[in-house]
């Protein structure tokens, strides 16, 4: 059984660094042929697809994010992070890790088969 499980600071102010993880089991982030993605859903507003990593440790991230958005792995913990610099209230959102497989498109939310619980991460003005 493959789980995957989010974890952040909560609530952070704007213009600091949140940072969270995705912890897997069931399976290795360096299988190949998959892509881990971090997705999020604002208030209110449907599904952002951030970025992902591969197998290879290789990242494609959003150009909505590109810039201040980074996408790292732990292979010993078997951890994936994401980065997200100067946020603003504006990325408050619940973020998800996921699993999806290469070739199918990132943005097929329901092509995904295995999602974490997902985290909430508020941002105060």
């Known amino acids: 059984q493959v789980q995957l499980q989010e974890s952040g600071p909560g609530l952070v102010k704007s213009s600091q660094t949140v940072s969270l993880t995705c912890s897997v089991t069931g399976a290795s982030i360096t299988d190949s042929g998959y892509y881990w993605s971090w997705i999020r859903r604002p208030p209110g507003k449907g599904l952002e697809w951030i970025g992902y990593i591969v197998d290879s440790g290789s990242t494609f991230i959003s150009p909505s994010f590109s810039g201040r958005t980074s996408i790292s792995r732990d292979t010993s913990k078997n951890q994936v992070t994401l980065l997200l610099n100067s946020v603003t209230p504006e990325d408050t959102a619940v973020y998800y890790c996921?699993?999806?497989?290469?070739?199918?498109?990132?943005?097929?939310?329901?092509?995904?088969?295995?999602w974490g619980p997902g985290t909430q991460v508020t941002v105060s003005s």
């Open positions: 996921a699993r999806n497989t290469i070739g199918l498109r990132v943005t097929s939310f329901g092509s995904y088969d295995y």
